[in-house]
């Protein structure tokens, strides 16, 4: 993520510079520079992306296993009231009473 926030002050500053060409000379180069510049950017940025995507799908997979794939059978256990009030007043510092 900081390589693509890099990438993108990078792609705005050779922005600026094509702006700031004085009647144009020299802009050749400075639109070269801009366009490898937001290249990058937008390399970073699928990457970053598909980082991400690829982290949400594998945790929605590996969810309810342990690091061996076997089903710890979360979804069929439950905490009783008392259970999860012991556990709220650790976590939070706080107890509800439901």
Known sequence: MATTG???VAAKQANSE???S???F???QAIAKFHNRYNNFKIAGGITA?????TAIHSYIRFGTDSDYKDLHITNSSLKQDQF???S???LGVSYVF
């Not at 598909?50 to 690829?54: A, N």
């Open 6 to 8: 890099y990438y993108y």
């Open 18 to 20: 094509i702006n700031n």
């Open 22 to 24: 004085l009647l144009g």
């Open 26 to 28: 020299g802009s050749d």
């Open 50 to 54: 598909s980082l991400f995507g690829f």
């Open 85 to 87: 009030q012991k556990l």
């Open 89 to 91: 007043s650790i976590t």
